[in-house]
Structures are given as C-alpha cells and as structure tokens.
C-alpha cells in the first residue's frame, strides 16, 4: 500500500524517529501504524544492544524541587557525546525523566528506570531513544533530598548540580542558593564531621601519623598531631565546617545561624560529569 507524508510524518512525531526510518517501518509494517511504532522500537533496543560496549561519559546533571520546596531529585542522563547533551530535546527528555522522579518519589535507581512516563516505563523510552538519536543512554544515577526547606542548583551547562535540605521551612532562597553553591563549588565529602565515614577518619588519621613520623616528631606525638591535622581535613571537607567562599572569614556553619537562629543544613546531594 501507498505510504503518504503524512503518515510519515504522524510516526516521526509519535517516535521522535528519522524520515526514512518512519517510511521504512511503515513499508515494513504495510501501513499498521501501531506495527509501524514496534518496529522503531524493536529497532531502538538493536542498536542499545550493539552500542552497550560504549563509553556514555557526557549528558546532563539536573536537579529540582517539588513546589512545596520539601523534596529534591536529581538525575544524571549520560549520552556518548557533549553534541547530543547540548541538544534542547535531549535537556527536555531528561526533564520529563526528573519530573517523574518528583511526582512519584521511586525508591531507588531501579524503580525509577521502571516508573511510568507517557504510559510507557522510564527505561524503554531510554532504549527508543538510544535508536532515534544513535548513541548509548544510560540514566546513570539518582538523588534525593527530603527537609523542611530543599534548593536545587544546577550550574551552567547542565554538568553539575546540587541539592541542599535545612532544617526549617521558608528559608531565605539567597542564602540557601549560596550554600547549594558552596557544595557545587567545593566539593565537600560530607555534611559534617559526625557524617564522614568511619573509615575515611581512620585514614586520615594514619596519612597524619605517617607524615608526622616522617617529619621525625615524636613518637608521643605523633595521635595529637594526626588528630589537629583531622580537624583541618574537617574544615576543607565537610560543607557545615567549609569556609564560606564569599566571606572566608565565618564557615557555612556560622554563616546559617546569622541568617536565622538554630539554621543549619541537614542533607546535601552533589553530583557531577567532570569528577
């Protein structure tokens, strides 16, 4: 049977697919547009198969709040090249993705991959998509922050995002950007000292004593010197202990507290394309 543009035309704008590949699948098809969205499909899963071996190291970092300003997700899409990550449809693809994860709130990775977009699960638009656009997709992580107040901040470009929870509700969206920037800008390992991992302290403080010993300090000295160098290692790397970069001289700490009595971060989220 005779294909007509508009037909052509109806399953580009239904799959997002090329032209020929819409009139071959239609031709394929003999004209059964559902049959037609199949085969695209079938074709999408094709080439994500033969393309698993390549390496999705660009995409996009978003992050975002629900309008009650009380929950945050933030998702990272990756793709193969900073063309397509560039792409507006493919910025808008992953916004649908991270809407999703804020009006359903999944669990985990898994259950989001599985979540419900359009009628059709996460995961499957992906694999149809790595056909239309002809590179690997990988929705490769997925964050989440829960507090009285939530900030998302995403940095330019879309390869680098945050999300900051405090610990009361309305807080002054200024100073709660300027913190989620901080965790953007500085990288902290954690909240604060009480939240970095007990083995990350117990190496540190074995780094101390080896470079105390090999400065020849005393053998008696050697627990006290690793322990102020831990508290400095604190100071550079946990977010509440960090100086604040725009007045080095209060950390983020102090810094919330002169912003309002008892302020300070709960939960912060940071992830991001360039390591």
Known sequence: MAIT??????????????????????????????????????KGQA???????????????LAKVTEDGKHGALIVLNCETDFVAKNESYV??????????????????????ASDLNGRPVIELITEQTGVIGEKLDLAAYE???????????????????????????????????????????????????SVPADVKEKELEIGKEMARNEGKPEAMLEKIAMGRLNKFFKES?????????????????????????????????FTLNG
């Open 144 to 194: 989440t922050v829960s507090a009285e107040s939530v900030i998302a901040y995403i940095h330019a470009g879309n390869k680098l995002a945050t999300l900051v929870g405090f610990n009361q509700e309305g807080v002054d969206q200024e100073a709660a950007k300027n913190v989620a920037m901080q965790a953007a800008a500085m990288a902290p390992v954690a909240l604060n000292a009480d």
């Open 47 to 61: 080439i994500a198969n033969k393309r698993a071996d390549r390496e999705a190291t660009e995409g996009v970092v």
């Open 238 to 270: 946990t977010l509440m202990e960090q100086a604040f970069v725009k007045d080095n001289k209060v950390s983020i700490k102090k810094y919330l507290e002169s912003v309002s009595k008892g302020l300070t971060a709960v939960d912060f989220k940071r």
């Open 5 to 42: 543009a508009a037909d052509v035309s109806k399953l580009r704008k239904s799959t997002g697919a090329g032209m020929m590949d819409c009139k071959k699948a239609l031709t394929e098809a003999e004209g059964d547009f559902d049959k037609a969205v199949e085969i695209i499909r079938k």
């Open 92 to 113: 808008d693809f992953a916004t649908s993705i991270l809407d999703v994860a804020l009006a359903n709130k999944p669990a985990d990775l898994d259950a989001l991959k």
